[in-house]
C-alpha cells in the first residue's frame, strides 16, 4: 500500500503540474474540435516529473499503479494506449476542465478516491 500512495503522489504531481503548464492549450484546441477526450503523451508528462519523490521515472510510478490491475482508470474513465511506439493517456475532457489549475493534493484525493491503491491490497 505504501508503495502505491508513493507512486500515486509522484503521479499525481506530474498531472497537476503538466496540466497548470500545457492544459489550457489542449482545452482550447480539444474544444474547438469536439472532442470528449485528449491524448497526453506520457513523455510530455514526464517533463513534470519530479524524481525526488521516489521514482527516477514516471513510467515506473504508472507502471506501478497500474500493476494490480486498471478497473481504477475504467472508474475515472481513463485508458492507456498505444500508438506508433508512444505511451499516452486518454482523459476525457471534463477531467481537463476540472482540475486545470488545481493543486497535487487535490488530484492526488481524487485518483485515491477511484480505488487505485486499494486493488493493491
Not at 16 to 29: F, P, W
Not at 70 to 82: P, Q
Request: glycine letters at 4%.
Amino acid at each position: 500500500m505504501e508503495e502505491c500512495i508513493s507512486a500515486l503522489r509522484t503521479f499525481a504531481n506530474a498531472l497537476a503540474s503538466y496540466l497548470k503548464v500545457g492544459a489550457c492549450r489542449t482545452l482550447a484546441i480539444s474544444s474547438l474540435t469536439g472532442q470528449e477526450s485528449v491524448k497526453i503523451a506520457l513523455r510530455a508528462l514526464a517533463r513534470f516529473h519530479d524524481p525526488s519523490l521516489g521514482y527516477s521515472l514516471l513510467s515506473e510510478a504508472l507502471t506501478s499503479l497500474i500493476s494490480s490491475g486498471t478497473s481504477w482508470m475504467r472508474v475515472l474513465g481513463w485508458k492507456i494506449v498505444v500508438s506508433e511506439n508512444e505511451v499516452y493517456l486518454v482523459l476525457p475532457l471534463r477531467f481537463i476542465k476540472e482540475f486545470l489549475n488545481s493543486s497535487e493534493d487535490r488530484v492526488f484525493k481524487y485518483l485515491l478516491k477511484s480505488g487505485v491503491c486499494k486493488e493493491n491490497t
